[in-house]
């Protein structure tokens, strides 16, 4: 019996052991941590890694063109974001507009294909568009099921004051730039739209 209660004496103080052992495993990682700190700390490419500013590195002038080319159409439309945003409009919805004031008439598919969107997408802005009264359908002559959209004086209204905050925008992007380096780049850009649109 007193090898019994002695050996239940011991339990609980086994298991403060096992339990005290715990906190060294703990003590270790950390100590691994420390070290793994002190080694980036001494290694200045591993501690103050960051990635350049647009302008600069593979982010300027030694990036991929595809790159570049992305890069600036996301700040373009950052820029844009936020120049219509009071006026309710979204740079989608500017393009379906400006497509429309520029091509009467144009079907769902049509607008799609020209504004650079899906046609789920358009589907929607046609939709919100109509209701908010900028747009107006109407049957094709030929065609009865396809439906032909054109802007209505509310709509040109509208598109007026977002091409004002688009105009701004624009000069910004040619600030520096005279007219034939303007046209150089144009037919730059166009002729890579083209070009890779036969290869597909």
Known sequence: MRKIEAAAKLRPS???QSRKKA???R???SAKKSARNRKSAQNPDIAGMRPPLPGHGKRGEKGHLAYLLRQAQAATRLTLDRALDDLGVTPPQFAVL???RAYPGLSGADLARVALLTPQTVGVIIRN????GAIRKTPHPVHGRVLQWSLTRRGGTLLDKSRQRVVALERRLVAGLGAKAQVTIRRWLSKIAA???QDG
């Open 195 to 197: 070009d890779l649109q």
């Open 14 to 16: 086994q298991k403060m």
């Open 129 to 132: 568009l109509e209701r908010d």
């Open 27 to 29: 003590k270790k990682s």
């Open 23 to 25: 906190p060294k495993k």
């Open 98 to 100: 400006t497509m429309l």
